[in-house]
């Protein structure tokens, strides 16, 4: 089963002990703020906050008074960190099939829910085993915990190896004017060819984190572009995303009320074409090949 999702998503893992460390009103305040924006889907990871966002999301969420049905609930596992809320002596993964489904109820339990939209598998072990993962992914599915199954960060050879045991729905990778490479090692061709989904975390790249002769060539394009649509830098980053045919539901991780707003131009921006090849030429600095 394909879920829907808002067209853009909004990212917990900053909202708690990893960013913002929002209080339970403030979170319960930010999650009607972004259905109030039409951003009613929220992703999560067992790992956020060290294992401390889902529980306080959870409580927020109760205390917000939204109807469970108004919105759709993403989460993680198989990342394994050392932190005082896990007994690990070293950073690893784990996925056998008791863990997966142990975490997935975990997951339901922090979150004050019955169900998962979504759960995926962070990120690719060396060591995982595609039969296992099918069969706890189908054990969780019949008895209705998620909805749907699907990946992170997994490369085509390593989505196919799932995918001979059970369907794969949603891949998140890393996606962004300034980290592009999906784009053109056939990551989302080979999605687009299985009708997955991709989903984009850090769409924003590093646009607002470092000053690189990357990030010089787009601002100074995006400069004249911003004037033309009459949007902001992040509205261009995102409608860049966007336009690309494969669908990708980008993951906007900022918890400032004002930007989340404004994402709302990005449903409809429609990126004249040679604007859009003149953005990611400045991006690879050089012409289009």
Same mark, same amino acid.
């Given at each position: 089963?394909? &879920?829907?999702?808002?067209?853009?998503?909004?990212?917990?893992?900053?909202?708690?002990?990893?960013?913002?460390?929002? %209080?339970?009103?403030?979170?319960?305040?930010?999650?009607?703020?972004?259905?109030?924006?039409?951003?009613?889907?929220?992703?999560?990871?067992? $790992?956020?906050?060290?294992?401390?966002?889902?529980?306080?999301?959870?409580?927020?969420?109760?205390?917000?008074?939204? &109807?469970?049905?108004? $919105?759709?609930?993403?989460?993680?596992?198989?990342?394994?960190?050392?932190?005082? %809320?896990? %007994?690990?002596?070293?950073?690893?993964? %784990?996925?056998?099939? !008791?863990?997966?489904?142990? =975490?997935?109820?975990?997951?339901?339990?922090?979150?004050?829910?019955?169900?998962?939209?979504?759960?995926?598998?962070?990120?690719?072990?060396?060591?995982?085993?595609?039969?296992?993962?099918?069969?706890?992914?189908?054990?969780?599915?019949?008895?209705?915990?998620?909805? =749907?199954?699907?990946?992170?960060?997994?490369? @085509?050879?390593?989505?196919?190896?799932?995918?001979?045991?059970?369907?794969?729905?949603?891949?998140?990778?890393?996606?962004?004017?300034?980290?592009?490479?999906?784009?053109?090692?056939?990551?989302?061709?080979?999605?687009?060819?299985?009708?997955?989904?991709?989903?984009?975390?850090?769409?924003?790249?590093?646009?607002?984190?470092?000053?690189?002769?990357?990030?010089?060539?787009?601002?100074?394009?995006?400069?004249?572009?911003?004037?033309?649509?009459?949007?902001?830098?992040?509205?261009?980053?995102?409608?860049?995303?966007?336009?690309? @045919?494969?669908?990708?539901? @980008?993951?906007?991780?900022?918890?400032?009320?004002?930007?989340?707003?404004?994402? &709302?131009?990005?449903? !409809?921006?429609?990126?004249?074409?040679?604007?859009?090849?003149?953005?990611?030429?400045?991006?690879?600095?050089?012409?289009?090949?």
């Amino acid at each position: 089963m394909v &879920q829907c999702f808002s067209p853009i998503i909004a990212g917990t893992m900053f909202w708690g002990q990893w960013g913002r460390k929002l %209080n339970t009103e403030e979170m319960a305040d930010l999650i009607r703020h972004c259905i109030y924006n039409k951003i009613t889907s929220f992703d999560h990871a067992d $790992i956020y906050g060290g294992y401390t966002n889902e529980a306080d999301f959870g409580e927020a969420f109760v205390r917000s008074g939204v &109807q469970r049905e108004k $919105i759709q609930l993403i989460s993680k596992c198989g990342i394994q960190l050392v932190t005082p %809320n896990r %007994n690990n002596r070293i950073h690893h993964y %784990n996925y056998n099939k !008791n863990h997966i489904i142990s =975490s997935c109820e975990k997951s339901l339990q922090n979150l004050r829910t019955e169900y998962l939209d979504l759960f995926l598998i962070h990120r690719p072990s060396p060591l995982m085993e595609a039969e296992i993962i099918a069969e706890a992914a189908s054990t969780l599915k019949e008895q209705g915990k998620i909805l =749907s199954f699907g990946l992170s960060n997994f490369t @085509p050879i390593q989505t196919e190896l799932v995918m001979q045991h059970t369907p794969v729905h949603y891949n998140q990778i890393e996606f962004s004017l300034t980290h592009h490479l999906p784009m053109t090692d056939g990551s989302l061709h080979h999605m687009m060819k299985h009708h997955i989904v991709p989903m984009a975390w850090a769409p924003l790249g590093i646009i607002f984190k470092d000053e690189t002769p990357q990030t010089k060539r787009i601002l100074k394009v995006m400069k004249t572009m911003t004037k033309k649509y009459e949007v902001d830098i992040d509205i261009l980053m995102m409608g860049w995303i966007m336009k690309h @045919p494969a669908h990708i539901l @980008p993951v906007a991780g900022t918890t400032d009320k004002l930007r989340i707003s404004r994402l &709302q131009q990005a449903f !409809n921006l429609d990126l004249d074409l040679e604007d859009w090849f003149e953005l990611w030429e400045a991006s690879m600095g050089a012409e289009v090949p």
